[in-house]
């Protein structure tokens, strides 16, 4: 997720303050008032974020820390890191009371404890991004987790997001037991296991996402999912699956059918004391978290309507009360369903009442990728947001079904956190979706070779080294670690989803050169003139990553032709080359990358008339199984603005080219605004939708459909070049930039 990210960067650089001992508790009591907090300190990266201790209003005591945080932008954060060696093994408690006042709708609070692992990896971590602080009333929160046996550090903290002042108060870190007690061991699915959790799967689908009872809306589905698993796995035979299925999904959705023969019945006319009738209208999946404004595009929200509301004035299949609203499914295992997707509410609620969902693991249990009840639960919830929500299984060639029973399957089996991180992997790839991935466990560590490889003439070539290597530019990888380019790309391309062939390239190019320690790596290679030779060495830290030599990001590359890095500008930087650019004869924008800081702005300076971005479509959805999904369509418009630059115009891509830049780039293509040079683009785009799962998972994907000003597939297409050009290995040998060399060409002529 993003915030986990920018901790990441935050902390990169920060020392430690005072390591506390094992089992410790602050409570500001004998620090001055005024001074920072002895022992925490905010990250130097951070700005615009003050900690004092405050006798104002404490929880306890007479003493508190008050964190202020001024502006929008980022986070504060007050924080402290020690040695993880006394809690190697152990499961581990933070606690601490908590306030926060803001003026933003993004104002709030979060604690967070993350555990550093040997070689940069990267081991528990929770922010509280699911559960943000945003009471100005003093409660006690906490985080619970599990350090894992190579621990090198441990840090917590309290972040705040502003503009808002947090207060932080009787912080304790203790020990509760050890890692790993009270979770279940990894053991196989017997068949009808199998089959009654694919039952389970398919209706918490349905009543989580279509149900709309009070009780559904309010229970919390990852509790309900890990529960579920428990209580459906052993049932022996249909009627056993069926009976379980009632006894958990029963309290929450009374008007929810299971059965192992036929149902009897019809709709319910309208009870006489009703007022109306509530359904779910899915904008995409809208998974609210946090007010993460990334991604409000796509919102949940029940609908509730009078009997005698006017019906809107559009095509949407919104489900009424008396029509087609019982959906009925074979669920398998040998039992049926029948689940309302619209049903009557009065004053006190929805119609019949309930009863909430009410699960108490465990005291100090936490939901893990190292307990298979969480692991299969995450698999059931994952998998049921694609089966309803994702937007290109028209275009994807995956049987989404069959997905399911191998994923479960595969999730009893896993022995730990980072194999469970894989077999998520391995069903995000099946959605062949460019945006998709996992976080969580361990990923891929913190060290990387000493030099970059690009898939090149069907081989696989060093096209970047440091100085001492010891590979040169242009040599051929012929094995790494005694594995072939064929056997490596074997072993990595399941686990990575990608809608085209040049995006899976790409990122397995990046996975190639990761490393989770420092150990040693042993490659052979071969020069361009046909001779072998070996390098065994270490890898290096991961840091700013090695680039293949461009020119300086906006220049003049030849009289009268300049060169634009959108992949390194920011838009002040082009509005102050606007001078020179309106003047140039040529230019070339490389595109080869992702425009993260610079916006479509620029694009106005390019064109006479207004233009539009492509086609968005957000899913409209109202019944499961994506039925009778529609769409609702929009876009954005671009006015010309002055100066207008030259026509002889090129823009660069290859592709790594993804989402933003194939904007950019679905504009260049469908106006003909410029030449297009390079390789076809990543083929994937849209406004991507992370979502958070049990364990401490995260994946992201794309939430909408987006298709080509002409209504054509873009999905798993991308933008294709108009001047089609490659690398080649005497080109890398050479130092040369083939692709850039011919973008200058083409806008040379006159």
Known sequence: MPVVLLIAAALAAVALARPPGPGWHHDFETDPVGAAPAGWFVPGAITGTTARVSDVDPADGVRCVEIVKKGTGGFGNLMQSFDAAPYRGKRVRLTASVRVRGTGPSSRAQMWMRVDRAGGQTGFFDNMFERPIRSS??????IIGDVEPDADRINVGLMVFGPATAWIDSISFEVVGNAGEANEPARPLSPRGLENLVAFARLLGYVRHFHPSDESAETDWDGFAIRGVHLVEPADDAAGLADALKR???????????????????????PPDATGYTFWEH???GQQVADAPWRNIYTSRRIRETFHAAVPDHDLPRPRPGTDTLIERDLGGGVSCRVPVSVYYDEQGTLPQGERFKWNPPADWIA???DRATRLGAVVLAWNIFQHFYPYFDVVDTDWAAVLEKTLAAAAEDPDADAFRQTLGRM?????DGHGRVGGGAGAGSYRLPFEVDWIEDELVVTVATPDAGVTPGDVIVSLDGSTPAQLWDELTPTISAATEQWMRYRVRGLLTRRKTNDSFFAELRKPDGSAYSVRAKPVVMGTPLAERRPEKITEVRPGIWYVDIDRITDQDFNDALGELKRAQGIVFDLRGYPGKLSAAFLAH?????VTSAQWHVPMVYRPDRERMTFRLSNWTIQPKKPKLTDRVAFLTDGRAISAAETYLGIIEHYELAEIVGEATAGTNGNVNPIRLPGGYSISWTGMKVLKHDGSQHHG?????????GRTIRGVAEGRDEILERGIEAVSKP
């Open 717 to 725: 297409v991308g933008i294709l070049p108009t001047i089609p050009v």
């Open 248 to 270: 958990i999904f029963g309290p929450i959705a009374p008007r929810v059918e299971v059965t192992t023969g036929r149902f009897t019945g019809g709709i319910d006319r309208d």
């Open 137 to 142: 009333q003093w409660s006690g929160y906490r």
């Open 368 to 370: 893990s990728g190292n």
């Open 283 to 285: 904008a995409g999946f």
């Open 606 to 610: 390019l064109i006479d008339e207004p």
């Open 428 to 432: 995000v790839a099946e959605l062949h």
